[in-house]
């Protein structure tokens, strides 16, 4: 009984939350990036160079410093996957392993730069964390209503404006045309390239605000492999999503929460790497059909060559 | 730089030359001006702090090269190297994306040490090849469903495998951590399996290389697997070249339509390609775990699946072309160790300058393919009016459906 209601504690809540965030601004990048028809597999890289320099700008400057700082990295590292994958027309699954690559050795040797070692940077002082008025003082609430990230807020609101951004707005309409039939967008006078940059440079900047979410806020300082393969799950939590930013948010709670779970299951007798791995399982059972039939956007993946077409 | 390719760069690029050997130099080109350019973005970092690149690069040259200890620790290196880049290699030759060589060789490991310490009282000849096989089983095994997924239900590869690798990594955990651990290790941090019999072990190649008269260091484990993973890219070379299968697999990797217009069964080749890809995955991690070892620890080397995809990269999926690119990574490895110890650079300049050869390398052969491409279509304008199907360059990188397609 007391192992059942340990399931569904607040605590447990709270801490399911804070994993949910940063799966859950790189799945939305994600989303950005594939409507726009550029698959991204560097979002592990993106986020690891968002943590680095996350840690960095708020060891100089401040969390706010280092939030901008991270998404600026993020956009730059992201470029260079534009730059291979759209202008230069090499495939996309390569540009982004071979920048993964990249970014784990980058990150080494610019920490030795700075800090004289290859793996940590110093302790950090992050954001001060937000609490709800009156919910804080009710003592069952604390573990929800205090010590809150301004950054959970942030995740959220950018969930729901990424969702209004791709079904309201030209710009979002004119993204999914050009992951969806380059060639037809390409005709009626949307730029192509242009799009498909944007896509890119969006996902790059969000996936940089996740890798800053995991070293200022969580880990509190930069820690080598501190993202822990999170890039992937979020490309997991978008095809979860079937590429939408909502169901990107749905997909990467559920993930948080098993991720939650699995670092207090020592009550629960099951072996925690079992709960580490359902968000892989699941993402196979959707890609496989058996879950719902996954509906990419047609043309992911797909480079576009303008002066090869008709 | 690249050992065996440096001699060809003498012949000038001649305007006269005829379009077939201008296409066989800028192949040859390709890979060298990439390390050039990969060498010219690291010596801009060597500047930057402080260091003179020429003298960095001469150090790492006569580190790497003139010291028998370096000589067979490239070769050490570049073993398990060759296995995985073949592995990754075989299914990019049948326009596959296998990114999963890290987790099928982690169960390849797991099969071999459970047959290396579980079973005992074989004699030599009968127990290193039923180790051997587990580990190939054990990678075909983790291969088996991302392609059948793929091949029936339309499931893309790069995403599943890639799921496989965390699954492959939480399994073993798990197995090493409370299944299989030693108990002799309990108490101890040591989270390993008991220690393989002897029966199970790859021979050292060092009674060989002594009888040569070439002298390894004496902690050099360099071992029979060298040999075996050369002779395994020899035959995957005839096998390519000289067979019908082979044949079969160029004509689906270079237009899938016309392959099944001319009765070539696509989704049997690409399932058997993916599965000798898995197969010969297992046998990646043998050369630290068989070879020097002798027992699987948590902290078993790796990462090798993923150089496995830049050793590909590099080879452009030729299996001969493995062993070459398999030897650089070796060498720079070995190189970025002595320019940290002898010229306080650290390593990771060195991992930076891999990256970036890669990158280099995948542009220039994609700049290539595009080239190649104009000249065919120019050729073929020129020859006849109706045009020829526009195939790409024979070993191209693969060109794979988005997510989801296909099946």
């Given at each position: 009984?007391?192992?059942?209601?340990?399931?569904?504690?607040?605590?447990?809540?709270?801490?399911?939350?804070?994993?949910?965030?940063?799966?859950?601004?790189?799945?939305?990048?994600?989303?950005?990036?594939?409507?726009?028809?550029?698959?991204?597999?560097?979002?592990?890289?993106?986020?690891?160079?968002?943590?680095?320099?996350?840690?960095?700008?708020?060891?100089?400057?401040?969390?706010?410093?280092?939030?901008?700082?991270?998404?600026?990295?993020?956009?730059?590292?992201?470029?260079?996957?534009?730059?291979?994958?759209?202008?230069?027309?090499?495939?996309?699954?390569?540009?982004?392993?071979?920048?993964?690559?990249?970014?784990?050795?980058?990150?080494?040797?610019?920490?030795?730069?700075?800090?004289?070692?290859?793996?940590?940077?110093?302790?950090?002082?992050?954001?001060?964390?937000?609490?709800?008025?009156?919910?804080?003082?009710?003592?069952?609430?604390?573990?929800?209503?205090?010590?809150?990230?301004?950054?959970?807020?942030?995740?959220?609101?950018?969930?729901?404006?990424?969702?209004?951004?791709?079904?309201?707005?030209?710009?979002?309409?004119?993204?999914?045309?050009?992951?969806?039939?380059?060639?037809?967008?390409?005709?009626?006078?949307?730029?192509?390239?242009?799009?498909?940059?944007?896509?890119?440079?969006?996902?790059?900047?969000?996936?940089?605000?996740?890798?800053?979410?995991?070293?200022?806020?969580?880990?509190?300082?930069?820690?080598?492999?501190?993202?822990?393969?999170?890039?992937?799950?979020?490309?997991?939590?978008?095809?979860?999503?079937?590429?939408?930013?909502?169901?990107?948010?749905?997909?990467?709670?559920?993930?948080?929460?098993?991720?939650?779970?699995?670092?207090?299951?020592?009550?629960?007798?099951?072996?925690?790497?079992?709960?580490?791995?359902?968000?892989?399982?699941?993402?196979?059972?959707?890609?496989?059909?058996?879950?719902?039939?996954?509906?990419?956007?047609?043309?992911?993946?797909?480079?576009?060559?303008?002066?090869?077409?008709? | 730089?690249?050992?065996?390719?440096?001699?060809?760069?003498?012949?000038?690029?001649?305007?006269?030359?005829?379009?077939?050997?201008?296409?066989?130099?800028?192949?040859?080109?390709?890979?060298?001006?990439?390390?050039?350019?990969?060498?010219?973005?690291?010596?801009?970092?060597?500047?930057?702090?402080?260091?003179?690149?020429?003298?960095?690069?001469?150090?790492?040259?006569?580190?790497?090269?003139?010291?028998?200890?370096?000589?067979?620790?490239?070769?050490?290196?570049?073993?398990?190297?060759?296995?995985?880049?073949?592995?990754?290699?075989?299914?990019?030759?049948?326009?596959?994306?296998?990114?999963?060589?890290?987790?099928?060789?982690?169960?390849?490991?797991?099969?071999?040490?459970?047959v290396?310490?579980?079973v005992k009282g074989l004699p030599v000849v009968v127990h290193l090849p039923l180790t051997l096989l587990?580990?190939?089983?054990?990678?075909?095994?983790?291969?088996?469903?991302?392609?059948?997924?793929?091949?029936?239900?339309?499931?893309?590869?790069?995403?599943?495998?890639?799921?496989?690798?965390?699954?492959?990594?939480?399994?073993?955990?798990?197995?090493?951590?409370?299944?299989?651990?030693?108990?002799?290790?309990?108490?101890?941090?040591?989270?390993?399996?008991?220690?393989?019999e002897?029966t199970a072990?790859?021979?050292?190649?060092?009674?060989?290389?002594?009888?040569?008269?070439?002298?390894?260091?004496?902690?050099?484990?360099?071992?029979?697997?060298?040999?075996?993973?050369?002779?395994?890219?020899?035959?995957?070379?005839?096998?390519?070249?000289?067979?019908?299968?082979?044949?079969?697999?160029?004509?689906?990797?270079?237009?899938?339509?016309?392959?099944?217009?001319?009765?070539?069964?696509?989704?049997?080749?690409?399932?058997?390609?993916?599965?000798?890809?898995?197969?010969?995955?297992?046998?990646?991690?043998?050369?630290?775990?068989?070879?020097?070892?002798?027992?699987?620890?948590?902290?078993?080397?790796?990462?090798?699946?993923?150089?496995?995809?830049?050793?590909?990269?590099?080879?452009?999926?030729?299996?001969?072309?493995?062993?070459?690119?398999?030897?650089?990574?070796?060498?720079?490895?070995?190189?970025?160790?002595?320019?940290?110890?002898?010229?306080?650079?650290?390593?990771?300049?060195?991992?930076?300058?891999?990256?970036?050869?890669?990158?280099?390398?995948?542009?220039?052969?994609?700049?290539?393919?595009?080239?190649?491409?104009?000249?065919?279509?120019?050729?073929?304008?020129?020859?006849?009016?109706?045009?020829?199907?526009?195939?790409?360059?024979?070993?191209?990188?693969?060109?794979?459906?988005?997510?989801?397609?296909?099946?």
């Amino acid at each position: 009984m007391e192992t059942l209601a340990s399931l569904f504690s607040l605590a447990l809540l709270a801490s399911a939350v804070r994993l949910t965030v940063p799966v859950l601004l790189a799945a939305l990048g994600a989303v950005f990036s594939e409507r726009g028809g550029v698959i991204n597999i560097g979002l592990e890289g993106i986020m690891i160079m968002g943590t680095f320099f996350g840690a960095v700008g708020t060891y100089y400057g401040g969390p706010v410093v280092g939030l901008l700082a991270a998404v600026a990295a993020g956009v730059v590292f992201s470029a260079v996957h534009g730059l291979l994958a759209i202008t230069l027309r090499v495939d996309q699954i390569i540009s982004g392993v071979v920048l993964n690559m990249l970014a784990v050795g980058l990150a080494r040797f610019l920490n030795i730069m700075l800090f004289g070692v290859a793996t940590q940077s110093p302790g950090i002082r992050g954001f001060t964390p937000l609490s709800i008025p009156v919910l804080r003082d009710i003592p069952a609430l604390k573990p929800i209503a205090a010590g809150i990230s301004p950054l959970i807020p942030l995740a959220l609101a950018l969930v729901v404006a990424g969702h209004w951004v791709l079904v309201r707005t030209t710009f979002g309409l004119r993204l999914r045309a050009v992951g969806e039939n380059p060639l037809a967008a390409d005709t009626v006078g949307v730029n192509v390239f242009l799009m498909r940059y944007l896509g890119v440079l969006i996902s790059g900047a969000l996936a940089g605000m996740a890798g800053a979410y995991l070293s200022i806020e969580q880990g509190r300082g930069y820690l080598e492999g501190m993202t822990q393969g999170r890039g992937f799950i979020a490309l997991a939590a978008m095809i979860f999503g079937n590429w939408w930013p909502v169901g990107a948010l749905g997909a990467s709670a559920l993930f948080g929460y098993f991720d939650a779970l699995s670092l207090r299951v020592v009550a629960l007798n099951v072996p925690y790497q079992f709960l580490n791995v359902l968000p892989h399982i699941v993402t196979i059972l959707v890609l496989a059909g058996f879950v719902r039939r996954a509906r990419p956007p047609a043309a992911d993946g797909i480079p576009y060559a303008k002066e090869e077409q008709g | 730089m690249k050992p065996a390719a440096g001699r060809r760069l003498k012949p000038g690029l001649r305007p006269g030359l005829s379009p077939r050997w201008r296409l066989w130099l800028l192949q040859v080109l390709a890979p060298l001006l990439a390390i050039l350019f990969g060498a010219l973005v690291a010596s801009v970092i060597i500047l930057f702090i402080g260091k003179d690149p020429l003298a960095v690069y001469g150090l790492m040259l006569r580190f790497s090269l003139t010291r028998p200890d370096s000589i067979a620790s490239i070769l050490f290196k570049a073993t398990p190297l060759i296995f995985a880049g073949l592995a990754v290699a075989m299914s990019f030759r049948a326009a596959l994306w296998n990114i999963g060589v890290e987790g099928q060789y982690y169960v390849g490991a797991l099969c071999a040490a459970l047959v290396a310490f579980g079973v005992k009282g074989l004699p030599v000849v009968v127990h290193l090849p039923l180790t051997l096989l587990a580990a190939v089983a054990g990678g075909m095994a983790w291969a088996l469903l991302p392609i059948v997924l793929k091949l029936r239900r339309g499931a893309h590869e790069v995403i599943t495998t890639i799921m496989m690798n965390h699954i492959a990594a939480a399994v073993l955990l798990y197995l090493l951590a409370d299944v299989l651990r030693d108990p002799a290790q309990a108490g101890t941090p040591r989270v390993r399996t008991p220690v393989f019999e002897p029966t199970a072990l790859v021979p050292s190649l060092r009674p060989l290389l002594d009888a040569v008269g070439f002298r390894i260091p004496g902690y050099s484990s360099l071992n029979w697997l060298l040999p075996a993973g050369l002779l395994l890219a020899g035959l995957l070379y005839l096998f390519l070249t000289r067979t019908r299968f082979g044949y079969e697999v160029r004509a689906v990797a270079l237009n899938p339509d016309a392959a099944e217009a001319a009765g070539i069964r696509i989704a049997r080749v690409q399932f058997l390609m993916f599965l000798l890809s898995g197969g010969i995955a297992g046998l990646v991690g043998l050369n630290d775990v068989l070879g020097f070892f002798g027992y699987l620890d948590i902290d078993f080397p790796k990462g090798l699946g993923f150089l496995g995809i830049s050793v590909a990269l590099l080879a452009k999926n030729n299996p001969l072309g493995v062993i070459l690119a398999a030897l650089l990574i070796g060498f720079l490895d070995r190189g970025a160790q002595g320019v940290q110890v002898f010229a306080g650079v650290p390593r990771e300049v060195i991992t930076i300058l891999q990256a970036v050869i890669i990158l280099a390398i995948v542009v220039a052969y994609e700049l290539l393919t595009r080239y190649v491409r104009v000249l065919r279509k120019r050729e073929a304008e020129r020859a006849a009016p109706p045009a020829a199907p526009s195939g790409t360059l024979a070993a191209a990188a693969p060109g794979g459906p988005g997510p989801g397609g296909g099946g």
